[in-house]
């Protein structure tokens, strides 16, 4: 069965440097989570996308952006990288309010 | 506001031993969802089990069984003859509506589980 793909699954920046990270969810699922996930630390929710609108917004920096495009596949966008941006981050795509969260592998960026 | 605890920030075991992971979460809501994830050191989130909040039926999968009581608002996961691939860290998450939060998942800080030989 098809699962939630992220890309690139490994990613190195340097600091004031750009990354885009995407996320394919499963087909038919309706909204996508972004989560951010620090050296021992749990998840943190940074933003969730339903039918292509952003639904709710979590701890996510100013320097961050996301959209969710006309074929459900979401971008997240980090500008201005800092040494503390350095993380696993995971996207998730759930069926609908009832249903499992199904996670990615997860995209791990580290910034030097 | 959704919260959820897991008391518990290490747990070492020996091979074979049961070990129980607990779970306390608040939620206002009355129709929520609770999960239990796994992440290997490898990364990944390993979803394991979900549970909704009508449902409070006990249920036991292989070495795993999950034990979800209301009135306690708890939802411990046990470990039965623990084994070294057993090793990871354990998230139980709270979903629900509070807000309008468009059923996010909301983490507990995880317990590393080590099974040592």
């Known amino acids: 069965a098809a699962g939630v793909i992220q890309s690139p699954r490994h990613l190195i920046k340097e600091k004031r440097e750009t990354a885009t990270l995407k996320c394919y969810p499963i087909?038919?699922?309706?909204?996508v989570y972004w989560y951010q996930q620090g050296p021992g630390q749990d998840p943190q929710f940074l933003i969730s996308?339903?039918?292509?609108?952003?639904?709710d917004k979590g701890s996510i920096p100013d320097r961050f952006s996301a959209q969710q495009f006309s074929d459900y596949h979401s971008e997240l966008n980090m500008s201005s990288l800092e040494l503390g941006d350095s993380a696993l981050y995971f996207c998730a795509s759930s069926p609908g309010v009832a249903g499992e969260l199904f996670f990615g592998e997860g995209s791990r960026l580290t910034v030097l | 506001a959704q919260k959820v605890t897991q008391a518990q920030t290490e747990i070492s075991v020996v091979e074979k031993e049961d070990v129980t992971l607990d779970c306390v979460y608040e939620?206002?809501?009355?129709?929520?969802?609770l999960f239990w994830y796994k992440q290997p050191p490898s990364g990944e989130l390993v979803f394991l089990i979900r549970r909704n909040s009508f449902d409070e039926q006990n249920e036991i999968s292989g070495r795993y069984s999950w034990n979800f009581q209301k009135s306690t608002s708890s939802f411990n996961f046990t470990i039965t003859a623990s084994q070294v691939v057993d090793s990871a860290v354990y998230f139980c998450?709270?979903?629900?509506?509070?807000?309008?939060?468009?059923?996010?998942?909301?983490f507990g800080k995880g317990t590393l589980l080590t099974v040592n030989p």
């Open positions: 998450a709270l979903r629900a509506s509070s807000g309008g939060s468009n059923y996010k998942l909301t």
């Open positions: 087909p038919r699922h309706d909204t």
């Open positions: 939620t206002r809501d009355t129709t929520y969802y």
């Open positions: 996308f339903y039918e292509k609108m952003q639904s």
